[in-house]
Structures are given as C-alpha cells and as structure tokens.
C-alpha cells in the first residue's frame, strides 16, 4: 500500500509563512487533502482538491501540488494555526483504500 | 446541526470485542459513503474501514481485516464497526468521518469528536 512522508515537525514565526510538505507516490493520482487537529480535538478539514478550502477556514490557508508532493501553505501564521497536520490522499495500489501522512506538528514562536 | 456522534467505546481485554456506533444528524446519511480512522495515544492518523452508502462496497485496512466488521443503517443514520479478537495494538480513539470521493480525490469533510478504545489487561 501507499505511504504519505511529513517532516516530523516545523516552527514559524507569528505571521510568517510556513510551508508543510507531503511526498508519495499516490499523491502522482490523487489529490492530497490537509487536516489540522489540536490537542485533544478531533480532526478539521482544511484544504481538499486542487486548492479548496471548506466554509469557515481562514484564505491563509492554500494548498499545492506537484509530482509526488504535495503542499499546505499557511501565510501569515496565526497564534491559533499552532497545531498538528496531516495530509491524506486515496491509495493508489487500486486497493480502494486511504492512507494518513505521518503528520507534522506546527509551533508557532 | 450537521454532526457525527460516536459511543461505545471503553476498556475491552485482550482477545475481546466491542461494537462502536455513530449517530449521523442534519445531513442525508444515506448519500455519503462513511468511514472510521483511529488514532492511537500519541500516534498519528489511521484509515480503518469504509463502507458506500448503499453498503455495496465495504474496505478495511490490512490491519483489522478478518477481525473488524463495518455495518450501516440508513433508516436508523447509524455506522457502527464490530471489533472482534483484540488487541494491545487496536487501542485508539476511533473517529467516524464521512468522505467526498471523485475520480481525483477522495477526503473525510466531516468527523465526530471520537470514542476511546483501550485493549488491556
């Protein structure tokens, strides 16, 4: 089955950039999806597709991809963008499956 | 309110099993596929099981395949998932998530706040 790659953790600094990576190969087939979860909270959806971002999650938030990479992009971070990420996409073995990146946990300084 | 309520969850001994539920509400249950992704204490995410929204197609991770059964009841907006022959390893806070399937994507647009499942001794 497939496997989604994140750097174990990033930090940024109050409203700057920071870019969250995602590499595997379903990410060639699929579309990589980004969810922020906070301690103790269940998952939020915050980019799915091309670069769509579901009603009530900040512009700041966008998404890219290319190749086997996938991005999340957060412009201008927020106190509150402080939390975990992960990336998700179908798996592409043809197994109807999903697979969960390994996830990224944000800090911001 | 658009939501997803999982229950059923608690401590189970090693070998035992447990039913998980989901109560869906404010949404057409019976038009969305559903899944459960669990996470284990400190551990990132895991897809376990999906089953279509007439239960046509049923899919579970290679790691609870043979012991975990997904089941629905549109008429009760109910997805439940039986956990048979446990183990340490399946100790989790289970989420129900529906998802958004198309030909390029596929992704978990709403969860329910989760359920704990502990496997010991």
């Known amino acids: 089955s497939s496997e989604l790659t994140q750097d174990p953790a990033v930090s940024v600094a109050l409203g700057q950039t920071v870019r969250i990576t995602c590499q595997g190969d379903s990410l060639r087939s699929y579309y990589a999806s980004w969810y922020q979860q906070k301690p103790g909270q269940a998952p939020v959806l915050v980019i799915y597709g091309k670069n769509n971002r579901p009603s009530g999650i900040p512009d700041r938030f966008s998404g890219s991809s290319s190749g086997n990479t996938a991005s999340l992009t957060i412009t201008g971070a927020q106190a509150e963008d402080e939390a975990d990420y992960y990336c998700n996409s179908r798996d592409s073995s043809g197994n109807h499956h999903y697979v969960f990146g390994t996830g990224t946990k944000v800090t911001v300084l | 309110e658009v939501q997803l309520v999982e229950s059923g969850g608690g401590l189970v001994k090693p070998g035992g099993s447990l039913r998980l539920s989901c109560a869906a509400s404010g949404f057409t249950f019976s038009s969305y596929s559903m899944n459960w992704v669990r996470q284990a204490p400190g551990k990132g995410l895991e897809w376990v099981s999906s089953?279509?929204?007439?239960?046509?197609?049923?899919y579970y991770a290679d790691s609870v395949k043979g012991r975990f059964t997904i089941s629905r009841d549109n008429a009760k907006n109910s997805l439940y998932l039986q956990m048979n022959s446990l183990r340490a390893e399946d100790t989790a806070v289970y989420y129900c998530?529906?998802?958004?399937?198309?030909?390029?994507?596929?992704?978990?647009?709403?969860w329910g706040r989760g359920t704990l499942v502990t496997v010991s001794s």
């Open positions: 089953i279509s929204s007439s239960s046509s197609y049923i």
């Open positions: 998530a529906r998802d958004r399937i198309a030909a390029a994507w596929g992704y978990f647009d709403l």
